[in-house]
């Protein structure tokens, strides 16, 4: 059990883990159970209730990491920041167009070389997008910025930042089953069960780098998606090499 301090533990259980129900009582039990409460009713994984953003669980759109085709486009969303810088890649299937999100970058107090580095190591010739104002920094340090990463190999172009208009469009994908992430991705799973908005509907502003990230891809990530060449030298790993990096 996982230590809070040395007289408290933390307990996670769920309804998995009781002997005295059945597969078919299970089953009934969360098909009962509205979406973002079922991983806290059958796991006891702590459940954000009503406020949370995305109230549809996890274990509905992970899949097991598979090598992405070659003719499926892909691009990047960036968001930067001294505590926290945050990468999330995304590839669409053009039969559905579903969106796969396969690698994260995540890494806090690091300079921009640093970052671009990890980024470039994914697929130089993947493009990117960035928010233009680059959390709370005014428009100008947003253009500055993306010159620096530029600069750096990076291909980015301002993505469009509006909130609001944002969610709406990753619910609309969640909600059409047409979004889904590898399992690999722990920082974004993190990130996810915990996005939520307060008591007066605003969103908390705490851990969500990952999750503006996903806003800026999926507003304008697809707009800037491409295959890769056949001048390029490598193919992208479907995988996180590193599950606390990100990358």
Known sequence: ??????????????WADVPHLDERTQRE????????????RSQGIPSLGSGAIYPVAIGEIEVAPFAIPAFWKRAYALDVGWNRTAAIWGAWDPAD????????????QAVPPIHAEAIKARGSWIKGVIDPASRG????????????YRELGLSLLPADNQVEAGLYEVWQLLSTGRLKI??????????YRMYRRDDNGKIVKRHDHLMDCLRY??????????????????????QVGDSQAGY
């Open 1 to 14: 059990m996982p230590e809070i301090t040395p007289s408290r533990y933390t307990v996670m259980a769920g």
């Open 29 to 40: 039990l969360l098909a009962s159970t509205p979406p973002h409460l079922r991983e806290a």
């Open 97 to 108: 167009g579903s969106c796969y999100l396969y690698a994260e970058h995540y890494r806090g």
């Open 137 to 148: 920094r005014t428009q100008d340090d947003g253009r500055q910025l993306i010159v620096t």
């Open 182 to 191: 590898f399992s690999t991705l722990g920082n974004f799973k993190t990130e």
């Open 217 to 238: 891809l999926i507003m304008s990530g697809k707009k800037v998606a491409s295959v890769q060449s056949m001048r390029d030298d490598f193919l992208i790993p479907a």
